[in-house]
């Protein structure tokens, strides 16, 4: 059976993406899917950006909020000076960005802000759930995440309509079992009464000097990098 890797934020942490390559050893039919924040605040993000893309084929991702503030300030227009680079908040890139500037747009130009795709796999057999979601940041119950505007996708994202405002993770059931990014606080599966994961966090703050974490979908076996000292 083929695998399906998702990797948390990777934050231009080229050494760190290498090193778990390596421990997956990605074969010819798998894949390896990002919940996006690629390039900002790490040291390599062209590093980051080549091996993404030599595995060709094998890789896809979500846009996540870095992503989606540069792609809208560079909408219509070629980046020019490292300031054009920025990401959400302001977040810096490295100088290095700027010698492959044009590449990297283009290469998050275009992407999905949420995928869905059908569980298969042994971790699923006695699983309510059909279908799985990627997205960056959250999603909101009774929406189809299709139409959930990307600005809401890339957020954490709040319950406003339970007491106390929690976060949404805290009490998704479902229908769809939901990979996501964005918030080391939210890293880990969270699971319903009966033992049930419904949705997992994968960023667990590799830029920070923590680790860079993979999902296997198939079987929910999870996959860490410590962060290189």
Not at 107 to 113: M, P, Q
Request: net charge negative; with cysteine; proline share 6%.
């Amino acid at each position: 059976m083929a695998s399906t890797w998702v990797v948390g934020d990777i934050h231009g942490c080229a050494v760190e993406l290498q090193q778990l390559l390596d421990r997956i050893d990605l074969k010819a039919d798998d894949m390896l899917l990002s919940v996006g924040d690629l390039f900002h605040r790490g040291p390599d993000p062209v590093g980051v950006l080549r091996i993404l893309q030599g595995l060709g084929d094998r890789f896809d991702m979500v846009n996540g909020n870095h992503e989606l503030v540069l792609s809208k300030r560079l909408r219509f227009r070629a980046p020019t000076c490292l300031e054009d680079l920025r990401g959400d908040g302001g977040a810096l890139i490295d100088a290095s960005a700027m010698d492959v500037a044009e590449e990297m747009v283009a290469f998050i130009a275009e992407r999905d802000y949420v995928q869905r795709r059908l569980l298969t796999g042994p971790a699923w057999q006695d699983h309510p759930a059909k279908h799985w979601l990627m997205v960056h940041g959250c999603v909101l119950p009774g929406v189809p995440a299709e139409q959930i505007p990307p600005r809401q996708l890339v957020r954490k994202g709040r319950r406003t309509d339970l007491p106390g405002d929690p976060y949404w993770y805290e009490h998704w059931q479902g229908p769809e079992f939901v990979v996501f990014g964005h918030a080391q606080s939210a890293a880990g599966f969270h699971i319903d009464a009966q033992g049930r994961a419904w949705c997992c966090g994968l960023d667990t703050g590799c830029v920070y000097g923590k680790k860079l974490s993979a999902l296997r979908i198939e079987d929910l076996s999870l996959t860490q990098i410590p962060a290189a000292s």
